[in-house]
């Protein structure tokens, strides 16, 4: 099986066809991403606007090269699958718009991906791993504990009430100077600053319910800014040193009541996954490493091209759905907003039953129906 995915929720364009071989394993055969971050510099963050029309520019040249480097035409292609959302919703409508179209004219089945199933279901791609597992999600615009029971069966545990990790990294980056993206920035600065000389706040450290709170922490690295501002270089690192511990601090407590929440959801974990771009930091990662040690779980982290945003996700996602014979017709709308525990995989009967004759060669998802649809925020 082979299929081409799009993805288009944010500020990167990307194309990407992966295949599955005769024992179901999979080959990314190309995986073009084209970062529309230099566009968006100069605002501090991402301007929506500039990020549609940058899209509508590069994504013809995008699918073209995907095929190209993997070495197959239209016609190879199983199915087109594009990320419908949660995301910008002028960047969506033009990968949606564009996977549509291509299925029309090639007469392909289309599948509309939610982009954080698509990082959710990642580490089967990168490292084969089994349902259930708990996934970390942390980027720009996610912050999310995930039960990951099956393909369209995902409990999120728990959300951030306020930032993502990532934008607070970003906005803290801001408040000292420093360029954009600002997660990269300020781990550079806090490798070389004292993370003890600001006592920050660790919000919501010891609650039961796995959710995060990431403005007060920020506010408190302005207020002590202001307070010895003039900001020297030590200063600004000793800020980014104390703001990062803060942040391992808080992602260590709160994954640790997650893996506490999945017990009731779940059978146990087969690992913990942390995915995003924010699973970058190396401060975080040898932190979560050590929680997993402690909890006799195996730790994956996708390697950081297939961590933030790309299309090798997305077209996995679509090959997933695919061979339970989960496809979408062309009026799937494209969304701002969808929760990932709203997202099923309404699996047709006569697939189901072709199914239980030849079992996947990775595991099965589950075969119940995944939980009511959650009102709210995407993030
Ligand atoms: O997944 P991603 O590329 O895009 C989305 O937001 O979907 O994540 C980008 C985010 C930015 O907020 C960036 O500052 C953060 O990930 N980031 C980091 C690091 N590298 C990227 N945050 C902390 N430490 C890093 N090394
Ligand atoms: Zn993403």
Redesign the pocket.
């Known amino acids: 099986m082979r299929v081409l995915g799009i993805e288009s929720?944010?500020?990167?364009t990307a194309a990407a066809v992966v295949e599955t071989d005769e024992n179901g394993r999979p080959h990314i055969l190309s995986n073009a991403v084209l970062s529309q971050i230099a566009q968006h510099a100069a605002y501090g963050g991402v301007v929506p606007e500039i990020a549609a029309r940058a899209h509508v520019e590069v994504i013809d040249h995008l699918v073209a090269r995907a095929l190209d480097e993997a070495g197959v035409t239209f016609d190879e292609l199983d199915a087109v699958a594009a990320a419908a959302g949660p995301g910008l919703i002028g960047g969506v409508i033009v990968g949606l718009t564009t996977a549509k179209a291509l299925a029309l004219v090639t007469g392909k089945p289309f599948i509309a991906i939610n982009h954080l199933e698509a990082?959710a279901l990642t580490p089967r791609l990168t490292d084969s791993v089994n349902f259930p597992y708990l996934l970390l999600l942390?980027?720009?615009?996610?912050t999310q504990l995930v039960a990951v029971r099956g393909v369209g069966d995902y409990v999120r545990l728990g959300t951030t009430i306020d930032d993502?990790?990532?934008?607070a990294?970003?906005k803290t980056?801001k408040m000292l100077g420093l360029p954009?993206?600002?997660?990269?920035?300020?781990?550079k600065q806090a490798l070389r600053g004292n993370p003890e000389r600001f006592a920050l706040p660790r919000p919501l450290n010891g609650r039961a319910a796995p959710d995060f709170s990431l403005s007060g922490l920020k506010t408190a690295v302005r207020v002590e800014g202001e307070r010895v501002s003039p900001l020297s270089a030590t200063d600004i690192a000793d800020l980014c040193a104390s703001f990062?511990a803060a942040?391992v601090d808080v992602i260590v407590d709160r994954t640790r009541a997650g893996l506490r929440a999945f017990r009731e959801v779940a059978a146990r974990p087969n690992a913990l996954v942390v995915?995003?771009?924010?699973?970058?930091?190396?401060?975080?990662r040898a932190a979560l490493h050590q929680l997993a040690t402690e909890s006799g779980l195996k730790l994956v982290t996708p390697p950081?091209a297939l961590?933030?945003?790309n299309g090798a996700m997305i077209a996995w996602a679509g090959l997933e759905r695919l061979r339970l014979g989960v496809t979408d017709d062309l009026s799937a709308p494209a969304r701002a907003r969808w929760p990932l525990d709203s997202v099923k995989a309404e699996v047709p009967a006569e697939a189901e039953a072709a199914d239980a004759e030849t079992p996947l060669p990775a595991d099965k998802p589950l075969p119940e129906k995944p939980h009511a649809a959650a009102a709210g925020p995407s993030a």
């Open positions: 929720t944010c500020d990167e990082h942390v980027s720009g615009g996610h993502a990790i990532g934008e990294f970003d980056a954009y993206p600002g997660g990269p920035e300020v781990e990062q942040v995915a995003g771009g924010v699973a970058a930091n190396g401060a975080i950081p961590c933030t945003d």
